[in-house]
């Protein structure tokens, strides 16, 4: 069963920066879709920016400019920079190939960003 586990989130002040990173289990990381995603008190599970097993990226609007998502299959990880952090974007983070977000298993504790004066 292909495991995720995020880390590097924390408390950063509105305009400053963190670097997130998900380790993955598994032999097959280079072949998968990678998303993060995140969660916000009281509201659904959002789909924030994508890379492919080719390097395509794309991002949810709301963080274009600001975050970048990449990729080290030699070490299994995915990352999130994320710069010009906002209130809004307070919420847990998690990492998750695209092929398996459907399945509950897939999912790991994810890693709590808070941004705030």
């Known amino acids: 069963q292909v495991q995720f586990a995020e880390s590097g989130g924390g408390l950063v002040q509105p305009g400053g920066s963190l670097r997130l990173s998900c380790a993955a289990s598994?032999?097959?990381?280079?072949?998968?879709?990678m998303g993060w995603y995140r969660q916000a008190p009281g509201k659904e599970r959002e789909l924030v920016a994508t890379i492919t097993s080719g390097g395509i990226i794309n991002y949810v609007d709301s963080v274009k400019g600001r975050f970048t998502i990449s990729r080290d299959n030699a070490r299994n990880t995915a990352y999130l920079q994320m710069n010009s952090l906002k209130p809004e974007d307070t919420a847990v983070y998690y990492c998750n190939a695209l092929h398996t977000a459907y399945l509950r298993n897939s999912w790991g504790q994810g890693t709590q960003v808070t941004v705030s004066s």
């Open positions: 598994g032999s097959f990381f280079s072949n998968y879709h």
